[in-house]
Nanobody
Framework: QVQLVESGGGLVQAGGSLRLSCAASGSISSINAMRWYCQAPGKQRELVAA???????NYADSVKGRFTISRDYAKNTVHLQMNSLKPEDTAVYYCNADVSEVGLIGSSRYWGQGTQVTVSS
């Protein structure tokens, strides 16, 4: 079993910054891609940023130049540095990861419980 735990959300004024973290733990053999999604009230969950096992990244157009995704491979952790925050960034942010578990073939996708980010104007 694998668990993802997010941290770092909170309330910030427009133009401010937050750094989200997501730590994976459990019976992990390796982790492929790790991603951040957001879900605003009444909207579908959407991809914000992703980082592959090799470090390649991609971003939603709405966050390019403002958000940076990074990984700490030794700690099975992914971060999302969020700068120049806007009220429209307000959402619950979720991480997920494609994990190969010890003793199992293939990989499974796990989700964290989410962390609230609120940006006031």
């Amino acid at each position: 079993q694998v668990q993802l735990v997010e941290s770092g959300g909170g309330l910030v004024q427009a133009g401010g910054s937050l750094r989200l973290s997501c730590a994976a733990s459990g019976s992990i053999s390796s982790i492929n891609a790790m991603r951040w999604y957001c879900q605003a009230p009444g909207k579908q969950r959407e991809l914000v940023a992703a980082i592959s096992s090799s470090g390649s990244t991609n971003y939603a157009d709405s966050v390019k130049g403002r958000f940076t995704i990074s990984r700490d491979y030794a700690k099975n952790t992914v971060h999302l540095q969020m700068n120049s925050l806007k009220p429209e960034d307000t959402a619950v942010y979720y991480c997920n990861a494609d994990v190969s578990e010890v003793g199992l073939i293939g990989s499974s996708r796990y989700w964290g419980q989410g962390t609230q980010v609120t940006v006031s104007s």
